[in-house]
Every structure is written in C-alpha cells, then in structure tokens.
C-alpha cells in the first residue's frame, strides 16, 4: 500500500509516524526462513545478512517496513544505494524499521484495521535485535512534523486508524507529507564528463498518464561518488540504443554528445520544484534506486 502526496491531515482518526529515507521491504518468514523482497519483487535478502534475525522473532508472517542506514542517527540514502552493489554487503549496517503487519501465523490482516494491525505488530517485540526496530507512532502530526523538520528527516506519513491494506494501491487514506523534494527519474540518457570518461551528466524522465516517457532535464552525476559511478556504467553500459526513448523532442543543446540508453536505470533526485514546461529546477543526484520498477515513475 502507498501513500499519496498532500498536506498533512489532523483528527483524532489519524495517527503519524516518521517518513523515513529509505527502500521499502517486504519482510517474509515461511517455515523459519527470511525472504526480503522490493516493491519491484527483487530478492534482495542476501544484501542484508544483518537482517536475519527476523526469522527469529517472526516465525510465520509478513511485514511491511523500510531498510535503512543511519549516519549520525539519521537515514544516509546515498549508503543505503551503496549497500545492494558494495563487494562488502556488511561495511555499512541496515537496520528494517517494520510499520506494518500484513500476515501472522497464518492469518493474513489485510482486511484489519490499522490500529488492530499495529497492536499486533507491537506484541511481537521487534527491538530484541539492533538491527530492527518498530516505527514509532505519534498522535500530534503538526508536532511531529516540526520535529522532523529540525532533525534533518523526510518528514511524515499519516494514516487513518481504519485503513485497510490494499497491496500496490495508492490510498488518500495514507498521506505523505515530505520536508524537502525528492522526484525518482529514469535515465533516457548520459553525457561523459570533457576530460574523462567518468559520466559527467543524466538526461531524466518521468512517465505521463500515457506510459510516455517525458524529459524532466538533466543532472550531474558526480555528486554520487565513486560509488555511483561504478552502479551507472554497470547498469548503463549494456543498455545503449541509437535513438532517444523520450517521446518529447528536445531542444539541440540537450541532445549534443548523449549516449541514449533503454529507460531501465531508476535514480532518486532532490529538486527544488517545476518549470512551466515541465523541467525539473535544480535536480540534484541521490543514487539509485533499485527497488522501483521504471514504468512506475510519475511525476510527484
């Protein structure tokens, strides 16, 4: 279940917790074993062996959480990218903050309220093992919000206590209210720096309502580091076409020197905004993102 961009919302029928910055994971036990799987339904269990523990708290179920890595105490997404393609998984700690239970022990809880499904989910004890912990819940949005904003998080979701959890759908019952703005893109393109063959700029793109892959502009990779350069030309490389897979025309200066590339490779941007023709102000690189299928890229 995703939530939907928009204001946050007040009423007693509404509970806030903290929006972290990382991938959504679905934590799956089946007769004791672990499997944790992307919204994209990629295996990435052995990414994360610190996560095994899981399988001890939960014998039988499922639940719905984010992966993250802390720096200082709070979300580094860059490290978090890092991790699926690091020659040592292990080098930067994940810790899975579970938010949601969807089945227990056999009895899925899809159709049970939020509140019921979180009283279920907190008699699990999930803080046994420093590697999960238990999204906290709040009652106070605005409080919530203000905090976030002066810890340097992402900001909040808010969710009704009535929700059901309807897998894949976008809900207006789940809100998400963000303090600075993040945009995933598919590259369609790239650009190698003057003096080097290091990847200098991305040429991005968002799906309209159509399925047609809109130009939103460009970004410089380099603030990715060393890291995601060596993920770019891994991904990028074997993905070469001779035309742009953009369904708009785009102005000459965008189209000199750019290797196009099939619209496969998914990265997250911050931004500060839209142009009147639909560009991204100012995008500035994240990482990568794979735990997002490409055609699911809209524009926030």
Same mark, same amino acid.
């Given at each position: 279940?995703?939530?939907?961009? !928009?204001? +946050?919302?007040?009423?007693p029928?509404?509970?806030?917790?903290?929006?972290?910055?990382?991938? =959504?994971?679905l934590?799956?036990?089946?007769?004791?074993?672990?499997?944790?799987?992307?919204?994209?339904?990629?295996?990435?269990t052995s990414?994360?062996?610190e996560?095994?523990? +899981?399988?001890?708290m &939960?014998?039988?179920?499922?639940?719905?959480g984010? &992966?993250?890595?802390?720096? !200082? !105490?709070?979300p580094?997404? *860059?490290?978090?990218a890092d991790?699926?393609?690091?020659a040592?998984p292990g080098?930067?700690?994940?810790?899975?903050? %579970?938010?949601?239970?969807?089945?227990?022990?056999?009895v899925?809880?899809?159709d049970r309220?939020?509140?019921?499904r979180?009283?279920?989910?907190?008699?699990?004890?999930?803080d046994?093992?420093?590697?999960? #912990?238990?999204s906290?819940?709040?009652?106070d949005?605005?409080?919530?919000?203000?905090?976030? =904003?002066? #810890?340097?998080?992402?900001?909040?979701l808010?969710?009704?206590?009535?929700?059901?959890?309807?897998?894949?759908? =976008?809900s207006p019952?789940? &809100?998400? &209210?963000?303090h600075?703005?993040?945009?995933?893109?598919?590259i369609?393109?790239?650009?190698?720096e003057?003096?080097?063959?290091?990847?200098g *700029?991305?040429?991005?793109?968002?799906?309209?309502?159509?399925?047609?892959?809109?130009? /939103?502009? =460009?970004?410089g990779?380099?603030p990715?580091?060393? %890291?995601?350069?060596?993920?770019?030309?891994?991904?990028m490389?074997?993905?070469?076409?001779?035309? *742009?897979?953009?369904?708009?025309?785009l102005?000459r200066p965008?189209r000199v020197?750019?290797?196009?590339?099939?619209?496969?490779?998914?990265?997250?941007?911050?931004?500060?905004?839209?142009?009147?023709?639909?560009?991204?102000?100012?995008?500035?690189?994240?990482?990568v993102? /794979?735990?997002?299928?490409? *055609?699911?890229?809209r524009?926030e």
């Amino acid at each position: 279940m995703l939530a939907t961009p !928009g204001s +946050l919302p007040v009423g007693p029928e509404w509970l806030y917790e903290v929006k972290w910055d990382g991938w =959504r994971l679905l934590a799956d036990v089946t007769d004791g074993r672990l499997r944790l799987t992307t919204r994209t339904e990629r295996d990435v269990t052995s990414h994360f062996p610190e996560l095994s523990p +899981l399988a001890e708290m &939960v014998a039988d179920g499922a639940l719905d959480g984010e &992966v993250v890595v802390l720096a !200082g !105490g709070v979300p580094a997404f *860059s490290a978090l990218a890092d991790r699926i393609h690091a020659a040592s998984p292990g080098a930067a700690p994940a810790t899975f903050i %579970a938010f949601d239970v969807l089945r227990l022990y056999g009895v899925p809880l899809l159709d049970r309220p939020l509140a019921e499904r979180r009283a279920t989910l907190e008699r699990l004890e999930l803080d046994k093992a420093p590697s999960v #912990q238990l999204s906290p819940i709040y009652t106070d949005g605005p409080a919530l919000f203000d905090a976030t =904003r002066d #810890q340097g998080l992402e900001g909040v979701l808010a969710k009704r206590r009535d929700s059901v959890y309807r897998p894949g759908r =976008r809900s207006p019952a789940w &809100v998400k &209210v963000a303090h600075r703005r993040t945009q995933a893109c598919v590259i369609g393109g790239w650009r190698p720096e003057k003096t080097n063959p290091r990847i200098g *700029s991305l040429l991005l793109g968002v799906y309209d309502g159509e399925g047609m892959l809109r130009f /939103a502009g =460009r970004t410089g990779a380099g603030p990715g580091g060393e %890291a995601t350069q060596r993920v770019l030309r891994k991904e990028m490389t074997p993905l070469g076409r001779a035309d *742009s897979p953009f369904a708009d025309s785009l102005p000459r200066p965008d189209r000199v020197g750019v290797t196009w590339c099939e619209p496969r490779v998914v990265v997250d941007v911050n931004h500060v905004g839209w142009t009147e023709d639909h560009r991204l102000r100012h995008p500035i690189l994240r990482g990568v993102r /794979a735990d997002l299928d490409p *055609s699911e890229v809209r524009r926030e």
